[in-house]
């Protein structure tokens, strides 16, 4: 089952901030962060395991919440390279590793 | 070639015709995947490839057969489409299976009439 991910769309002013929500209805075991600009293709961000540790990536961090089932998506002081299409891809312990379930995607706008 | 290739990076068919999207990574992965995009939809897992050998085969139609010759190259052959099937096809590599990050091609953008 996919995760859900929220908001659908964001629209921020370069320096603001916004989070980024990706949950799942099952347990677990890891949840990658990718970035997609138009028309190109995505580009991987992050990797929160189980048990791991909180991850950063310049200024876009990322969060793994296992009693949850969710990860947050950090960004932080935004760029206007920042902007694109944000997917969470899950992992579950039910099932077999390496099968991403991504989410609908966070489209993100940076304006000036 | 660094990364991940697809070719072509375009194509049109008619649903009665075959033709084969190719996908080749030069970082020595030894995992390969194929991906559908669709416009508003997510992500949509198709095929993993393991060590060339077929780990997933997420219910995907038959018209769409997957062919992995060595850990290098894979390949999506098609046959008689449909309009819907109309997206953009993705290749992916990683080290492993299992927790690790997955390098994306460009993609190839199919049109099918």
């Known amino acids: 089952q996919q995760p859900v991910q929220s908001p659908q769309a964001v629209i921020l002013r370069e320096g603001e901030d916004a989070v980024i929500n990706c949950s799942s209805s099952?347990?677990?075991?890891?949840v990658h962060w990718y970035r997609q600009k138009h028309g190109e293709a995505p580009v991987f961000l992050m990797i929160?395991?189980?048990?791991?540790e909180q991850k950063g990536h310049e200024k876009i961090s990322a969060s793994f919440n296992e009693k949850k089932q969710q990860s947050s998506l950090y960004l932080t002081a935004s760029q206007l390279s920042y902007s694109g299409t944000y997917f969470c891809?899950?992992?579950?312990?039910?099932?077999?590793?390496?099968?991403?379930?991504f989410g609908a995607g966070t489209q993100v706008v940076v304006t000036p | 070639e660094t990364g991940v290739t697809q070719t072509p990076r375009h194509l049109v068919m008619g649903m009665t015709n075959k033709k084969s999207l190719k996908c080749e990574q030069h970082?020595?992965?030894?995992?390969m995947y194929w991906y559908k995009q669709s416009a508003k939809k997510p992500l949509e897992l198709m095929f993993v490839?393991?060590?060339?050998?077929?780990?997933e085969n997420n219910s995907v139609p038959s018209r769409f057969s997957p062919e992995c010759p060595n850990s290098s190259h894979l390949f999506l052959h098609l046959h008689t489409l449909q309009p819907e099937d109309s997206a953009l096809y993705l290749c992916?590599?990683?080290?492993?299976?299992?927790?690790?990050?997955?390098?994306f091609g460009p993609g190839t953008r199919l049109t099918v009439l």
């Open positions: 490839y393991s060590l060339e050998e077929r780990v």
């Open positions: 970082l020595g992965h030894n995992a």
């Open positions: 099952k347990a677990l075991y890891s």
């Open positions: 992916a590599s990683s080290p492993g299976l299992a927790g690790v990050e997955q390098f």
């Open positions: 929160l395991l189980k048990g791991g």
């Open positions: 891809g899950t992992e579950t312990t039910t099932d077999s590793w390496g099968k991403l379930q």
